[in-house]
């Protein structure tokens, strides 16, 4: 994430949305009145914190991506000493930080955030699962993890809920043993994510808050190719068109984490159902684990692809080592840690000498000089805004939000992603252009793949006026570029 010893990489994926969207609350923006969000709002709350500490500056990110690794690394080893006996319990984190985290874990959004805090809750529930104060840690940290992805502490808490009453009934036969931790479980967690989101409701009305976040993910999320399960085939069809050896190499992690650690649930559980019921001392740990992972897991099916099963496969590994120490002899396991080790460290050597031997150029922007691989794709946009415009000018970036923080500028509408489906809404469509109408911002960087006639509009494509509203206002101020499935360009305002 550095060109040594210290200047960031240019890294444009989503967590560009998150520090742009951190950089509007820093500025007094509100999150769902201000500007449209709709996932909760812990990633934004960091990002908003680390900006009033540290000013706007982008090196935040790579130290975010460090701490994220380590804090992930440091939760799984204590998470699979508790549950794996022997040298055997060091794969799980060797695994996670070496073969996977350089294509698929660096990323400083809410997806990598919110696993850390289920690992902590699984922790707490493992430490003592019948203590009230830890049932109450372990549902607060589910309610931390709900904080920065929704989905993924409910879900764990539900596993929680499951795994303890399980638990209870196995080691008490009575009911009353079981719902209480259940109980307590849910409770703290409700609390703790009701006083965690309590002053975003406050400034921005319950229904702003509530249609954002709970209304539009459950009826317009998955309008996106991205966020459905079409991601898979997407995903897979990107695998397989690999060429070069590196990326034919960087194909294996793929599809480890696409198929593999997913296919380990299914192995446990066949194994649980056959001789696990008679055994449930030995088994009780790394079912618990079994039990969470496998929950974040079924909710990442609804739009499955590597890098989302990348953040969530740590209990994967924790038991797929826990099934391969069952039948690799004892006086073998720590050999194989140790190859395993040398192996994957030496891997991360090799990548590291790589990255750092490319022939990167230096970027100046506003928040701080930044490296990066020369491409038109980053040329025709970044050095063409840094020479004609200045922080805090309005441009609006229709497809994402990737400039705005690096270069410092303001989104004039609501807005960070207009989208050709019905992930973006009609009202939401006729709002920005009332607001780009208002501001009259002299650059709009367009995707020219949604100025098409309406008759060859796809169902659910509302971006015809806004396509309208470019072509009759805007014209094109430099070349063409392609980015990934989109066709960017400048375009300046007429007069």
Sequence with gaps: VFKLPATPFLMEAD???????GMRLFQGDRIYADF?????????????????????????????IIGLAAASVSVCLSLS???????????????????GFRWLGVDGSHRMFSPIFVLLALWFVLRDGKKALNLFTAGSLCAFASFFTQPRGFVAVVGLIVFVILDGLKQTQRMAAAISPALLLFGSFSITLALLCSYFVL???????????????????????????????????????????????????????????????VAFWTSFAITGRSDWTERRSITSVAIVGSMLTVAAAASPNSARLFQIAIPGLVVLVWMAGRVVPVNSQKKIALAMGGLLMMLGCIQSYRMQTWEYRSMPTPAGTLSYLPTPVIDERYSFLLKNSQPKDAVFEVYEPFVYF????????????????????????????????????????????????????????HTGPLAKFVAENYHPANSEVDIGEAKIQIWERNY
Aim: glycine residues 4%.
């Design 15 to 21: 967590h560009h949305i998150f520090l742009y969207e």
């Design 406 to 461: 690096p270069l410092q500028l303001k989104n004039p509408t609501p807005y960070g992603q207009i989208w050709p489906s019905d992930y973006t809404r009609p009202e939401q469509v006729a709002d920005a252009i009332a607001h780009l109408t208002a501001t009259r911002p002299r650059y709009i960087i367009w995707d020219n793949l949604y100025s098409k006639p309406d008759e060859e509009r796809a169902p659910g494509d």
């Design 81 to 99: 000493k508790r549950v794996i006996e022997g040298p055997m319990y060091i794969v799980p984190a060797l695994i996670f930080i070496f073969f």
């Design 203 to 265: 400034t921005a009305g319950w229904t702003n808050f509530f249609y954002d976040t709970v209304i539009y993910p459950l009826n317009f999320y998955s309008a996106s190719e991205h966020n459905d399960l079409a991601a898979f085939t997407f995903d897979l069809g990107n695998i397989f068109h690999f060429r070069t050896v590196t990326n034919v190499l960087a194909a294996v992690p793929f599809l480890f984490y696409l198929f593999f650690v997913p296919a380990t649930y």
């Design 36 to 64: 449209f969000e709709f996932t909760f709002p812990g990633t934004q709350t960091f990002y908003w914190t680390m900006f009033s500490l540290f000013g706007l500056r982008y090196w935040i990110l790579g130290a975010t």
